[in-house]
């Protein structure tokens, strides 16, 4: 049985999905220092990287880029969570 990584980790929040364009990302308390969030198209380009700064929420706007499938990155010193976000414009 294969278990979907959206379901399996409950970490990180990525809201609202699907999107119109701005994404917020939050991040639970062990993965803020260090974080860096990469979003990629669905053909592997890296199309937005964002370091996190301050906090534990991050908001990207994603409302230049196609309507389509993206996959959200986040790299911590420890880990890397990956999800799926849509795009709908």
Do not use: C, W
């Not at 979907?4 to 999107?19: A, L, Q």
């Not at 062990?30 to 964002?50: C, F, Q, T």
């Amino acid at each position: 049985e294969t278990t979907d990584i959206e379901e399996f980790d409950h970490s990180s929040i990525i809201y609202p999905n699907p999107t119109t364009g701005i994404v917020t990302i939050r991040l639970s308390d062990n993965e803020v220092s260090n974080a860096i969030v990469k979003v990629y198209d669905m053909n592997g380009k890296l199309v937005n990287l964002a370091p996190v700064q301050n906090g534990d929420k991050l908001t990207l706007d994603l409302s230049s880029k196609r309507s389509g499938l993206y996959l959200i990155s986040i790299q911590t010193s420890n880990q890397t969570i990956t999800k799926k976000i849509s795009l709908i414009k």
